[in-house]
């Protein structure tokens, strides 16, 4: 399997050294980024002038998501495609135009696997279109012993995580009679004859309280809270349990866990105790190991991160006074964000555990990995 690294927003040139160190260490083609606009295109030479290896280029469509990208049917997409044909004809050592990459931002808008399955093949159908078209443009000149695009197998790289996990839906006899299963398969298996196609998804990995809220698995994979890798620990600054709902200040605010909303409930985190504290006796789990563990999908009792400012966070109690799990002033807090990516932005390091462990080696740190700033 090749090394490939992505960058995933169209390549901006303050970009390129960075980029060009990773393409000393990895070879042709291990480096792909993304144009979407003419302007672009004169700067992907920096790239090889910097390293001396081949670049990968993928196009950045907008599939209907509005962020960045251009549709395939527009003046701005010819261009483009006409730019690159021009330019790797007269210098093919510079790069290669790979394919046709999407971000559907907004299937995290799903609520069901079949809605989620309706956005991939919306994103399936624009980069096909996107890649026949390019395919008809005759290129200004052959090179490398080709006449036309029109035999290279291009990648139709699309997904954002629940429009990619969507793809599980189709794995299984029992999620194939879901609504519009059978046309994203025909659609897939249609697509495969003339190019190939890459699903890609960030938020997998780790998921998040927006992945669960988007329900794009299949309903048999019972994924919950349990699954989510990514917790902020915070501690316990002070209690206010004389306003009208108890509430509590934590040193977690919008630099540490970000702002981005969850449409499944009204917060900022969801708060679970720190399991090494919560449970002191490892052949006695504790009860109420789970009491204070607020579930937007079940009785809605619980701590929240409420408010958040630039350093500091409100939790809130959310049920009644007589169920509340009291909370004490330096107390370790586990807060599950909401969006893993801005979550892990505002870190340099994340810490690893064993979540298969037993007791408080649980909590034992296995190891640490590195984040990858600057950009």
């Known amino acids: 399997m090749s090394t490939q690294l992505i960058y995933g927003l169209p390549v901006q040139p303050s970009c390129f050294p960075r980029l060009a160190e990773l393409g000393k260490a990895l070879g042709h083609g291990a480096v792909t980024c993304l144009v979407d606009s003419v302007d672009i295109v004169p700067f992907l030479s920096r790239y090889h002038a910097l390293c001396g290896k081949r670049l990968g280029v993928f196009i ?107 793809a599980q839906n189709l794995t299984g006899h029992e999620t194939l009679s879901l609504p519009g299963a059978d046309k994203a398969k025909d659609l897939i298996d249609q697509t495969k004859q003339k190019y190939d196609i890459e699903l890609h998804a960030g938020a997998y990995v780790t998921l998040d309280m927006q992945q669960l809220a988007a329900r794009a698995r299949p309903n048999t994979s019972h994924l919950s809270f349990d699954d989510l890798a990514l917790t902020v620990l915070a501690e316990v600054g002070s209690l206010y349990m004389h306003r009208e709902h108890p509430e509590a200040l934590v040193a977690c605010g919008s630099l540490a866990i ?8 009204k ?28 579930n937007p999908d079940g009785d809605k009792t619980g701590w929240i991160l409420d408010r958040v400012s630039q350093e ?64």
């Not at 971000?103 to 919306?122: F, I, K, Q, V």
């Not at 105790?273 to 006695?284: F, G, I, L, T, V």
């Not at 330096?330 to 932005?345: F, Q, S």
């Open 258 to 265: 970000g702002r981005e909303p969850c449409r499944s409930y």
């Open 267 to 294: 917060g900022w985190g969801v708060v679970t105790p720190w399991r090494e504290q919560q449970q002191a006796n490892d052949a006695a789990p504790a009860a109420d190991e789970r009491v204070g563990f607020y």
């Open 60 to 166: 950045k469509l907008d599939t209907g998501y509005g962020r960045a990208g251009v549709t395939y049917s527009s003046a701005q997409f010819n261009a483009i495609v006409s730019e690159l044909y021009a330019l790797e004809g007269k210098e093919p050592h510079l790069f290669t135009l790979r394919g046709f990459y999407s971000h559907m931002g907004h299937s995290y808008g799903s609520n069901n696997p079949s809605e989620a399955m309706d956005y991939l093949r919306t994103e399936i159908e624009g980069c096909k279109l996107a890649a026949d078209r390019a395919s008809a443009i005759p290129p200004p000149t052959p090179f490398d012993g080709e006449t036309n695009y029109s035999q290279r197998r291009f990648v139709l790289s699309v997904g954002a995580t629940p429009s990619t996990t969507a």
């Open 312 to 375: 500091h966070g409100i939790l809130r109690w959310h049920g009644s006074r007589q169920n509340m799990r009291p909370l004490r002033i330096g107390e370790k807090l586990r807060i599950w964000p909401n969006h893993c990516c801005i979550c892990l932005a505002g870190f340099t390091y994340v810490l690893v555990v064993d979540s298969t462990a037993q007791g408080s080696e649980k909590d034992r740190i296995v190891d640490v990995w590195q984040s990858w700033r600057g950009w």
